[in-house]
């Protein structure tokens, strides 16, 4: 059974940092891994994504310069740093995984997804 899991997140003032985790296990191999988000009465949102072999990353205009996605692939993980934090950074962030080539920007690119976790930004 393939799983995602989530850890990090939590509640930081503008400004701040946070990092999120998304580690992989089951006996599958993800071509890619993505970040999205969710904030209240809106849609999903991609946030960054990185190809698992080539190192290939993607971020979503909002987020690029702040944030930066990295894999370790000995731990089978995903981190998400997020920095320079803004309060429309708040909102449920989601990794999920992706089983075919290639680094997908929309929900639908993706099979399989974590557990969401919380990120708020306090102003």
């Known amino acids: 059974q393939v799983q995602l899991v989530q850890s990090g997140g939590g509640l930081v003032q503008a400004g701040g940092s946070l990092r999120l985790s998304c580690t992989a296990s089951?006996?599958?191999?993800?071509?890619?891994v993505g970040w999205f988000r969710q904030a209240p009465g809106e849609d999903r949102e991609f946030v960054s994504a990185i190809s698992w072999s080539g190192g290939s990353t993607a971020y979503a205009d909002s987020v690029k310069g702040r944030f930066t996605i990295s894999r370790d692939n000995a731990e089978n993980a995903v981190h998400l740093q997020m920095n320079s934090l803004k309060p429309e950074d708040t909102a449920v962030y989601y990794c999920?995984?992706?089983?075919?080539?290639?680094?997908?920007?929309?929900?639908?690119?993706?099979?399989?997804w974590g557990q969401g976790t919380q990120v708020t930004v306090s102003s």
């Open positions: 089951g006996r599958f191999s993800f071509h890619a």
């Open positions: 999920a995984g992706r089983g075919w080539e290639g680094i997908g920007r929309e929900v639908y690119d993706y099979q399989f």
